[in-house]
């Protein structure tokens, strides 16, 4: 374990063995023992925890003095182990995340609030973990935030994807399938579109087996929003170009209208905690998170 200091932000960097049994996470923790207020934050597909650097500054200036910020890199993603844009089961995703929620209450005391931040393939993880009854959750959530979460990927070969993508895992799941998208396709923001196409942790490919689980998962979550008791902000880019925005709508809708409050973005693209206008978007999460914050008081 390290203890380090970044942009004056002190974090202690850690890992621990995945559910896979072979890989090592990594996991880093920004801020103080005993926080107030702790944010878990799920990256996406492909990216690294390092890439919501702008959002994570944001959590630990803006929202007070006694903030924890808690943030790790999938399985086969960033700095952790496992074959690159691989996993075995999606279950290993959902797994680690329990793992991960254990090491979060070692910093937590009881009056600790805790809100989960997710992104893209971050969503459908933490979806998953909290409305599938064999995974469960046992800790105490104030409140979730979804940007752009998989509810149902855009299929780049239409109706027959899921046939052939059943078809190659079939022959080795560990086949490489170029990306179809780049860092122009997710951000409007020229800067950290470049950032993308340029971050040597970023694969430039995803494995069949990994865009087969993650399909898989995807369907199985869509039918279960009204399930979800939790107060959650769904953000969503209307010009999303790596899941169906729509099918994100429609999910949204399922929940307990007291519980949901959905932001649609027109022209924006996938990326929303990278876009042009991120600020103003974390300062639209910082008044929602405020508010539920007063609301559980």
């Known amino acids: ?76 993603h960033g700095r952790s182990g496992g074959v690159r844009a691989y996993v075995s089961d999606f279950r290993v995703y959902v797994d680690d995340m329990g793992l991960i929620a254990e090491e979060v209450q070692k910093w937590n005391s009881e009056k600790t609030k805790t809100f989960i931040l997710a992104h893209s393939l971050g969503g459908l993880i933490t979806l998953t973990r909290i409305l599938d009854t064999s995974y469960g959750w046992k800790y105490p959530i104030c409140g979730l935030i ?10 780049v070969l239409g109706s027959s994807s899921e046939a052939i993508l059943k078809k190659l895992d079939q022959m080795s799941g560990k086949i490489h399938l170029p990306i179809i998208y780049h860092g122009k396709d997710l951000s409007r923001d020229p ?13 430039d490919f995803i494995s069949v087996r990994m865009a087969r689980e993650v399909v898989d998962a995807s369907q199985k979550i869509r039918g279960l929003s009204y399930y979800l008791n ?27 209208k007291r519980l949901n409050h959905t932001i649609l973005y027109p022209g924006h693209y996938h990326e929303l905690w990278n876009e042009l206008d991120r600020y103003e978007i974390f300062e639209t999460m910082k008044k929602w998170i405020e508010k539920k914050l007063k609301e559980s008081a």
């Open 1 to 76: 374990m390290a203890i380090k200091n970044q942009k004056n932000q002190k974090f202690i960097d850690k890992t621990i063995m995945s559910s896979d049994g072979t890989s090592e996470l990594f996991l880093r923790h920004y801020g103080v023992e005993n926080p107030t207020l702790h944010f878990i934050l799920v990256h996406g597909a492909l990216e690294h925890s390092g890439r919501h650097m702008d959002l994570i500054q944001f959590l630990m200036n803006q929202m007070g003095p006694n903030v924890a910020v808690t943030t790790w890199d999938h399985v086969g």
């Open 146 to 155: 979804f940007s752009s979460p998989c509810i149902r990927p855009q299929m």
């Open 191 to 203: 800067e950290r579109a470049n950032d993308f196409d340029s971050d040597n942790l970023i694969p």
């Open 230 to 256: 939790i107060p959650s902000l769904f953000l969503i880019a209307q010009d999303d170009k790596v899941v169906d925005p729509e099918s994100t709508v429609l999910f949204s809708h399922g929940i307990e």
